[in-house]
């Protein structure tokens, strides 16, 4: 059954450090999403992509934030000068048009 | 804003069918209804989704109201498994209430 694939599964890094979370989606997907999760709250959405470029992005979603689509296979969250308060889960999800299929996570911690 | 809404918490003894409900009363015409699940913290997984008639798979049984305004997800024979937080999801912009978490009881 196709996946969609996050890495690393856990990123340790200090604050004010740049991070690039990586995600792989299935393959003939079209949208392509990304979530944060803080330690024992909702799942929050981040943005979702589509046809090369953002289509919603919440307000969490600052300048600090960037996602990239590099090569037509990964899709990249980038998150700039790193603050403790963005230690959470991230998840990637894509879908074709409907339901969406969500990866592992990458567990960020910063320090 | 999630635009629905779940009781907090329910329990369900093992083997017994979960009937998780859901409000929705400002659902539009076009509008579907979608249900995910987190369990522990592992990505949310998707469950079923409908639009006006029940639909049924593998894993659940979603039943919508006739004026669309609520709905059931109904896990047939829970097991430990589905320990989980259900999400009802009233477009496919997929944003996250808070859930109802659903323990399964031995």
């Known amino acids: 059954e196709p996946e969609v694939t996050q890495t690393p599964s856990h990123q340790v890094t200090q604050m004010g450090q740049e991070v690039i979370l990586r995600c792989v989606p299935i393959?003939?997907?079209?949208?392509f999403y990304w979530y944060r999760q803080i330690l024992g709250q909702k799942v929050e959405f981040l943005v979702s992509?589509?046809?090369?470029?953002?289509?919603?992005k919440s307000e969490i979603f600052d300048d600090q934030f960037s996602v990239e689509r590099p090569d037509g296979s990964n899709f990249t969250l980038k998150i700039r000068s790193t603050k403790l308060e963005d230690s959470a889960m991230y998840f990637c999800a894509s879908s074709e048009n409907t339901q969406a299929f969500f990866g592992q996570g990458t567990r960020l911690t910063v320090v | 804003d999630a635009k629905t809404t779940q009781p907090p918490s329910m329990d369900c003894a093992e083997g017994r069918a979960a009937n998780l409900p859901c409000n929705h009363s400002t659902i539009s015409g076009n509008e579907y209804v979608y249900w995910y699940r987190q369990i522990h913290s592992q990505g949310p997984q998707y469950i079923i989704h409908?639009?006006?008639n029940n639909e049924t798979n593998e894993m659940a049984s979603l039943i919508i109201t006739e004026d669309r305004k609520s709905s059931t997800l109904i896990l047939p024979h829970a097991t430990l498994r589905d320990t989980a937080v259900y999400y009802c999801?009233?477009?496919?912009?997929?944003?996250f209430g808070k859930g109802t978490r659903l323990h399964i009881l031995p």
């Open positions: 992509f589509y046809n090369n470029e953002i289509s919603e």
């Open positions: 393959s003939n997907h079209l949208y």
């Open positions: 409908g639009l006006k």
């Open positions: 999801i009233r477009d496919d912009k997929i944003i």
